[in-house]
């Protein structure tokens, strides 16, 4: 590890020995110790799945196989299961997340039913312009936000800025489920937490211990869809 990246390097270790195919596990593992938003039984949709840290981290949160749940991993690159801290309600699909359908997302879903939680790790590929890098970002967390709770609700927000009920024939999230977005901190986020502050109970922001003191990314934590 390069000089500089100080504390950080504690986390690099620390996923070797434990099995977890990279740091960034520990990220989650901090958003579900302090939310608790994956329980035994939860369904959940990992976009932006590479390499497959946050898929060994929300199977463990599942609880052992007995309590049921699923999660369901997609990214443009083809992921493979991680075989430690992962089991059989594990999957992942090779596809680019900006042009699946709404029902093909859906379709992946326990009994076509949506997801109780949505986690969007997702990152552009950096190419150090700041301000495209993040336009980059916040285009990739509307997406997240686009399919959990619908394109009309979004609009119908953006037009009224007044909360509307999300119609269950297009949203990819079910009521009272949790999204976790990344995004790289600009003047776009300001925004983004103001449209999900009336579609969820609680909007907050968090920067995990794990992330890299070089590295802008933060992440919205959205408890509860309306």
Same mark, same amino acid.
């Given at each position: 590890m390069?000089?500089g ?5 504690f ?6 020995r434990?099995?977890?195919?990279a740091?960034?596990?520990?990220? =989650?593992?901090?958003?579900q110790?302090q939310?608790?938003?994956? %329980?035994?039984?939860?369904s959940?949709?990992d ?6 840290a946050? =898929?060994?981290?929300?199977?463990q949160?599942?609880g052992?196989?007995k #309590?049921g749940?699923? @999660?369901?991993?997609? /990214?443009?690159?083809k ?6 801290h992962? /089991?059989?309600r $594990?999957?992942t699909?090779c596809?680019?997340?900006? #042009?699946?359908?709404?029902?093909? $997302? ?7 039913? +949506?997801? *109780?939680v949505?986690? *969007?790790?997702?990152?552009?590929? @950096?190419? +150090?312009i700041?301000?495209? /890098?993040?336009?980059l970002s916040?285009?990739? +967390?509307?997406?997240?936000? /686009?399919?959990?709770?619908? !394109?009309? @609700?979004?609009a119908?927000?953006?037009? %009224?800025? $007044? ?7 297009c ?7 949790h999204?976790?977005?990344?995004l790289l901190?600009s003047?776009?986020?300001?925004e983004?937490?103001?449209?999900? #502050?009336? =579609?969820? !109970?609680?909007a ?6 794990a992330t890299?003191s070089?590295s802008r990314?933060i ?8």
């Amino acid at each position: 590890m390069s000089r500089g990246t100080g504390t950080p390097d504690f986390f690099y270790r620390e996923a070797q020995r434990l099995g977890y195919v990279a740091r960034s596990a520990f990220k =989650l593992l901090q958003i579900q110790k302090q939310y608790k938003l994956i %329980n035994p039984g939860s369904s959940v949709l990992d976009l932006g799945c590479a390499p497959g840290a946050w =898929l060994q981290v929300a199977c463990q949160s599942l609880g052992p196989p007995k #309590n049921g749940g699923a @999660v369901v991993g997609i /990214d443009v690159k083809k992921v493979k299961v991680p075989s430690m801290h992962c /089991d059989v309600r $594990v999957q992942t699909v090779c596809a680019d997340v900006m #042009n699946l359908q709404r029902d093909q $997302v859906i379709a992946l879903s326990p009994q076509r039913k +949506g997801f *109780s939680v949505i986690l *969007s790790d997702m990152c552009p590929l @950096v190419s +150090g312009i700041t301000s495209r /890098d993040a336009a980059l970002s916040s285009e990739l +967390g509307m997406r997240a936000l /686009d399919l959990a709770v619908g !394109r009309a @609700v979004l609009a119908a927000h953006s037009e %009224n800025n $007044v909360p509307v009920a999300a119609d269950s024939d297009c949203r990819v999230l079910r009521p009272g489920g949790h999204l976790i977005v990344k995004l790289l901190e600009s003047e776009y986020i300001k925004e983004f937490r103001e449209i999900c #502050n009336p =579609l969820f !109970r609680k909007a907050s922001w968090l920067r995990p211990k794990a992330t890299r003191s070089c590295s802008r990314e933060i992440y919205l934590i959205c408890q509860g869809l309306q």
